[in-house]
């Protein structure tokens, strides 16, 4: 009998693993790194060699929204419209063009918007050639909807956070996050089971090609009845999908979750909004809107009694919490239940963690609380005068997501992407990382490196299996073109090469692409 199904070999292989930080070759067998060497590798056996390509530990994506993403990726991209009236002749076209009974156009970002509104319903009534259109703020905390749209959804007109115009009639803005994922997932649900599920097939595609073999996959709550997380589970025991899924059951009711038999629960539970849709839960009013500052979704003690089943049955939770309110109010509940129950160790998750105080990140720590975080965003929009500085202030900005600062305090800092909020590669996240242009959030390649590997992986329980490149762990890998040591100022430039999930090529780009 083979020892080896086959040894993999490259330019340099990093394996994230401290006792041995590079390796020139992994030996594979039954989806298992059997072997890690240095040295002449063992002849007769299969080589897969990547020649001058370098090969990282498969890399992971902590927070994502797979099946919306998929969904939404082939809506209409708002991302470059400056207008209303850009975004009305993108959404035209598509609305001549298409079959599709629902339209959705996602990715538009107010703050580049000459008018810094949504397009409003009758304008959306306009364009729409009798579809369903759903514009969405690029946080997807935030909409607008055409009639269409709102005739097929049986509102009684005075639901909270309906937008008005002047004459106080629907103006098609959903503005809070409670009738914008309902508005998201009604309309979702409309799509056949088939359709849903050729979606979850195209996100896994996509994981392909970014490099991605473990996705933490952030489900429910965006299709109404959550019928996607029924479809995620029959691919997940079929072995179906072209990486590791971690699934999180991102509903609230507690009981209804338990017949998935996950041994987590949560994910991107919204305890506030988010930034410019002014719904993040902050303690002094928005700089440009200085009358709000944000929303509270839940009560305390909602958020402490979901907590304490989750924590009492030992599953790990999950909850969205960007504002400083929002923090409080999670922290709060884990505090509580750990004292009550004394410290189990299930590496509490607190997503997004934007704006901490320093006694926020102290007692995340003191806690043993993993935070999930998305270095793209900050990225991109802390720029002088960019959209933080222009809805939180300077001061705030400063402190916002800094990364470094709390892993250095001895929270585990997990990668992510948030896609369909950021863009999918985990690459622009590492890059993100290393080029922070405020100081408390740069950090090393290999600490970047690590956020989307060894860290994320702590964060689902799995490090004793992947993220790292060692033996008995999966076999899993990330073959790049460039090394991203030798290139630290241009890793978003990076391409991926070939993925290698559970020891099966699940991806290799062809010469030219």
Known sequence: MKMYDYILTADRIYTMDEAMPQADWVAIKDRKIVK????????????????????????????????????????????????????????????????????????????????????????????????????????????????????????????????RDEDGKFNGYLEDDDINFRTLGELTARLSKEKIAGYIDSFGQMCAENGITTAHCLEGQFIAGDIDLDIWMEKIKADALPFHCVLYPQIWDYEKASKYNLPRHGGCLTLDGADTDFTMALDEPYTNNPK???????????????????????KQIAFHAMGERAIDQVLDAYRRVIAEQGQKNLRLRIEHFSYPYEKHIAMAAKLGVVAGMQPEYTYLFDVPGGALEQWVGEER?????????????????????????????????????????????????????????????????????????????????????????????????????????????????????
């Open 36 to 163: 890690v060497g240095l040295g002449e590798i063992p002849s007769g056996y299969e080589v897969k060699d990547f020649e001058k390509r370098i090969v990282l530990p498969g890399l992971i994506d902590s927070h994502v929204h797979g099946c919306n993403t998929a969904i939404l990726l082939a809506g209409v991209n708002l991302m470059e419209a400056t207008s209303v009236s850009e975004a009305l002749e993108l959404i035209e076209q598509r609305c001549k063009s298409t079959d599709e009974d629902i339209v959705f156009a996602p990715f538009f970002i107010i703050p580049q918007i000459k008018e810094g509104r949504f397009p409003t319903r009758k304008e959306l009534d306009k364009v729409s050639n009798g579809k369903k259109v759903m514009v969405l703020n690029i946080t997807l905390h935030s909409s607008s909807i055409n009639s269409a749209s709102y005739e097929v959804l049986g509102f009684n007109g005075d639901e909270q956070g309906l937008g």
């Open 292 to 314: 709000v500052r944000g929303n509270l979704y839940w009560r305390d003690i909602d958020v402490y009694n979901l907590t304490k089943k989750a924590y009492t049955d030992g």
């Open 397 to 513: 900005a400063k402190r916002a997501e800094l990364y470094k600062d709390v892993a250095d305090k001895g929270v585990m800092v997990a990668g992510g992407s948030d896609a369909p909020v950021n863009s999918l590669n985990p690459l622009t996240g590492i890059h993100g990382l290393v080029n922070a242009t405020r100081e408390g959030r740069r950090m090393s390649v290999t600490e970047a490196l690590k956020t989307y590997t060894y860290n994320a992986a702590y964060a689902a329980f799995e490090e004793n299996e992947r993220g790292t490149i060692k033996e008995g762990f999966f076999a899993d890998f990330t073959v790049l073109d460039e090394d991203p040591y030798d290139v630290p100022h241009k890793i978003n430039e990076i391409k991926v090469t070939a993925t290698i999930s559970e020891g099966r090529i699940v991806f290799e780009r062809t010469e030219g692409k």
